[in-house]
């Protein structure tokens, strides 16, 4: 009598997803085997306060600098953070004046408080601890664009550092519809970096692994450049975690997403600073 051969039991759904998953994380996390970083944290100890200079991709949904602001305060540890966001849509390093930024007193120098009746209130002068900068999304990559962009991350690193204070370069991230970015703009940042002996937060890498770690989570806009609120939450968790080689696992910032979502988003935050930087 012959039998029917036995059928392979499929795994169910929630089986095959996490196994896709882990499948991926396996196939991104080798990225960072060819990176080497020369500056591995910030050269400052105590950093209290941050300007940071480039253009829409920090603006967009009310502002990086407020997500990072999130992260400090909902951090038991980190008591506070001076943020000061300086942006031209659509610039380039070269269109920044950056002397002119830090060494004017009038910047900050008073705030408006709108919970006591809109109230002047005369701020005393707060030192830059450092600078992160931004270039345009195809300035580092572009044919026409990539000589300036290392000629003013030179020029930048060097009128802060004349200052007394620490620049650092963001690295930006691959449009969606162009994941391929994420070779040219490695490179390209790496070499920018090292030879100016400057940190890099690795945002765009935090955006690679996790457009192949978690595809349902949408980074960007329609244009498919700009931020989600997912895609600035990303960027200031990395910023967060090499700022103060701390993990945001856990941090209750939301910033209108979900907490499932966030905890995506976190630990892939922690893993990219942590391979990038190669700390344990």
């Known amino acids: 009598?012959?039998?029917?051969?036995?059928?392979?039991?499929?795994?169910?759904?929630?089986?095959?997803?996490?196994?896709?998953?882990?499948?991926?994380?396996?196939?991104?996390?080798?990225?960072?085997?060819?990176?080497?970083?020369s500056v591995k944290s910030p050269?400052?100890?105590?950093?209290?306060?941050?300007?940071?200079?480039?253009?829409?991709?920090?603006?967009?949904?009310?502002?990086?600098?407020?997500?990072?602001?999130?992260?400090?305060?909902?951090?038991?540890?980190?008591?506070?953070?001076k943020r000061r966001s300086i942006t031209i849509n659509g610039s380039s390093l070269s269109w920044h004046d950056m002397d002119s930024y830090i060494n004017n007193k009038q910047l900050g120098s008073f705030s408006i408080d709108t919970k006591n009746d809109n109230k002047y209130v005369k701020n005393p002068f707060q030192k830059v601890d450092a600078v992160i900068m931004m270039d345009c999304s195809l300035?580092?990559?572009?044919?026409?664009?990539?000589?300036?962009?290392?000629?003013?991350?030179?020029?930048?690193?060097?009128t802060i550092r004349e200052n007394e204070i620490e620049p650092m370069l963001i690295m930006t991230w691959p449009y969606k519809n162009r994941p391929e970015m994420i070779h040219a703009l490695r490179k390209e940042f790496l070499q920018a970096t090292n030879e100016n002996n400057i940190l890099l937060i690795p945002v765009g890498e935090a955006f690679h692994l996790t457009n192949n770690s978690y595809p349902e989570i949408n980074l960007y806009q329609?244009?498919?450049?700009?931020?989600?609120?997912?895609g600035t939450y990303l960027a200031a968790a990395v910023i967060f975690g090499s700022l103060f080689q701390r993990k945001t696992e856990g941090n209750k910032a939301l910033m209108g997403l979900s907490k499932e979502e966030t905890l995506k988003l976190q630990k892939i935050a922690d893993q990219t600073v942590r391979d990038f930087f190669q700390r344990n």
């Open 1 to 37: 009598i012959r039998r029917p051969p036995r059928s392979t039991p499929k795994p169910s759904s929630a089986a095959s997803d996490v196994y896709k998953r882990q499948a991926l994380l396996c196939f991104t996390a080798p990225i960072f085997a060819d990176l080497d970083p």
């Open 43 to 81: 050269r400052s100890e105590n950093i209290q306060s941050v300007m940071l200079v480039g253009n829409s991709f920090f603006y967009y949904n009310n502002s990086m600098h407020h997500y990072l602001g999130a992260l400090v305060k909902h951090d038991p540890d980190i008591q506070s953070l």
């Open 139 to 158: 300035c580092p990559v572009h044919k026409d664009t990539k000589n300036d962009f290392h000629k003013y991350v030179k020029q930048h690193s060097d």
């Open 222 to 230: 329609a244009d498919n450049r700009h931020p989600s609120v997912a």
